[in-house]
């Protein structure tokens, strides 16, 4: 599946890969494993394994055949760097990313070990952006290893935020995006721990996007922090003939 989304911070999904495991805390309510269900038993050809790690083929080019620039969330259903996708996989997906350069692409990752372990031979391009999710303090160290590769636009995903996440080294960091957990057993996050974060990012000069709220009805709790929304995307890298119609801010080093 690869369609338009309703994640506020992109603007489609493309899914060359679909399934994972569960490797972490923010693992434990996964929606990507729900949603996978629910495909299956609806018959989509792309989950008739549910949701163990698969290899879409028939998504792998996708991109090249969109003819209006996007910013697309890559395995929005899955972990590009999941040990069971090959390394020449991964390759695959980057060159596809290299050729539609239109686009603009953001992918995340709790498997920063791997990520770390193969940067250095995949063919980075301004307009792939990396990024790694940190649920509590105790996995800040995805983050040096994101720091540590060659993306020109480094991002964190701080959902869902289980705890606080003070001190942070921001150091090379573009863009955090911070989200509390939802649907059913929707773990609960503290205003204080997203004001921290707020607050470290706009002290290093990083983007800030407050996602959500979460909880069992999230559009009953919104998105806003302290009166408003805050919607800050990082400075652009790549800079193809076209405005993104979302509110930048630069980051100074």
Same mark, same amino acid.
């Given at each position: 599946?690869?369609?338009?989304?309703?994640?506020?911070?992109?603007?489609?999904?493309?899914?060359?890969?679909?399934?994972?495991?569960?490797?972490?805390?923010?693992?434990?309510?996964?929606?990507?494993?729900?949603?996978?269900?629910?495909?299956?038993?609806?018959?989509?050809?792309?989950?008739?394994?549910?949701?163990?790690?698969?290899?879409?083929?028939?998504?792998?080019?996708?991109?090249?055949?969109?003819?209006?620039?996007?910013?697309?969330?890559?395995?929005?259903?899955?972990?590009?760097?999941?040990?069971?996708?090959?390394?020449?996989?991964?390759?695959?997906?980057?060159?596809?990313?290299?050729?539609?350069?239109?686009?603009?692409?953001?992918?995340?990752?709790?498997?920063?070990?791997?990520?770390?372990?193969?940067?250095?031979?995949?063919?980075?391009?301004?307009? !792939?952006?990396? %990024?790694? +999710?940190?649920?509590? &303090? @105790?996995?800040?160290?995805?983050?040096?290893? /994101?720091?540590?590769? *060659?993306?020109?636009?480094?991002?964190?995903?701080?959902?869902?935020?289980?705890?606080?996440?003070?001190?942070?080294?921001?150091?090379?960091?573009?863009?955090? !995006?911070?989200? %509390?957990? +939802?649907?059913?057993? &929707? @773990?609960?996050?503290?205003?204080?721990?997203? /004001?921290?974060?707020? *607050?470290?990012?706009?002290?290093?000069?990083?983007?800030?996007?407050?996602?959500?709220?979460?909880?069992?009805?999230?559009?009953?709790?919104?998105?806003?922090?302290?009166?408003?929304?805050?919607?800050?995307?990082? &400075?652009?890298?790549?800079?193809?003939?076209?405005?993104?119609?979302?509110?930048?801010?630069?980051?100074?080093?």
């Amino acid at each position: 599946m690869a369609t338009g989304s309703p994640i506020e911070w992109t603007e489609a999904t493309w899914n060359p890969v679909t399934g994972c495991d569960k490797v972490s805390p923010g693992c434990a309510h996964c929606y990507a494993e729900r949603m996978a269900k629910r495909l299956q038993a609806m018959g989509q050809p792309n989950y008739a394994h549910g949701f163990e790690v698969t290899l879409q083929e028939n998504m792998l080019e996708l991109p090249l055949r969109w003819r209006r620039p996007k910013r697309i969330f890559v395995n929005s259903m899955s972990d590009l760097f999941h040990d069971q996708v090959p390394d020449a996989f991964i390759q695959r997906v980057f060159s596809v990313m290299r050729r539609a350069d239109l686009h603009e692409y953001q992918i995340l990752t709790k498997r920063s070990e791997r990520l770390a372990a193969l940067h250095r031979s995949l063919p980075w391009a301004p307009h !792939i952006w990396m %990024g790694v +999710s940190v649920e509590n &303090a @105790r996995f800040v160290h995805r983050i040096d290893h /994101l720091r540590a590769t *060659d993306a020109r636009v480094k991002c964190l995903s701080l959902e869902p935020l289980l705890g606080p996440l003070t001190g942070l080294d921001l150091r090379g960091i573009h863009w955090a !995006i911070v989200g %509390g957990e +939802s649907g059913p057993r &929707a @773990r609960p996050m503290q205003p204080s721990w997203v /004001l921290d974060i707020r *607050d470290q990012c706009r002290a290093a000069g990083v983007a800030f996007f407050f996602k959500q709220w979460g909880g069992v009805f999230k559009s009953r709790t919104g998105r806003e922090l302290e009166g408003r929304t805050w919607d800050e995307m990082p &400075a652009a890298a790549h800079a193809p003939a076209r405005q993104w119609p979302l509110r930048s801010i630069e980051h100074r080093a």
